[in-house]
């Protein structure tokens, strides 16, 4: 298991952009596989997105064209870029990496988790 810090969170209004980070101290990002889901209140946790290496990305339906997850070896960061924002997309956004490097969408492919980070977004 790795260390995962997230940052970025915040409240915006519909229609605009966030970009989520994580980053793994210490340890090169490029050792995992990584992916990010989310929470919604009363809601399971649900996967929105993977990578592995620095290419091979895939994403939930809900999430295609508008958000966009990217690796950035030389800042041992991973990224989530949140475009054109919905109040449905209201969730504590969670960071994962697997040095199994099985990942997937299902959680049992993740065996390391950052603390989550707050999304809200007003209409």
């Known amino acids: 298991q790795v260390q995962l810090v997230e940052s970025g969170g915040g409240s915006v209004q519909a229609g605009r952009s966030l970009r989520l980070s994580c980053q793994t101290p210490g340890l090169s990002i490029g050792f995992y596989c990584m992916g990010y889901?989310?929470?919604?209140?009363?809601?399971?946790r649900e996967w929105v997105a993977e990578i592995k290496g620095n290419k091979f990305d895939s994403y939930a339906d809900?999430?295609?064209?508008?958000f966009t997850i990217s690796k950035d070896n030389g800042n041992n960061s991973l990224y989530l870029q949140m475009n054109n924002l919905k109040p449905e997309d209201t969730a504590i956004y969670y960071c994962?990496?697997?040095?199994?490097?099985?990942?997937?969408?299902?959680?049992?492919?993740?065996?390391?988790w950052g603390q989550g980070i707050q999304v809200t977004v007003s209409s």
């Open positions: 889901f989310r929470q919604a209140p009363g809601k399971e």
């Open positions: 809900s999430f295609k064209g508008r």
């Open positions: 994962a990496a697997d040095t199994r490097w099985r990942c997937g969408m299902d959680r049992s492919g993740y065996n390391s």
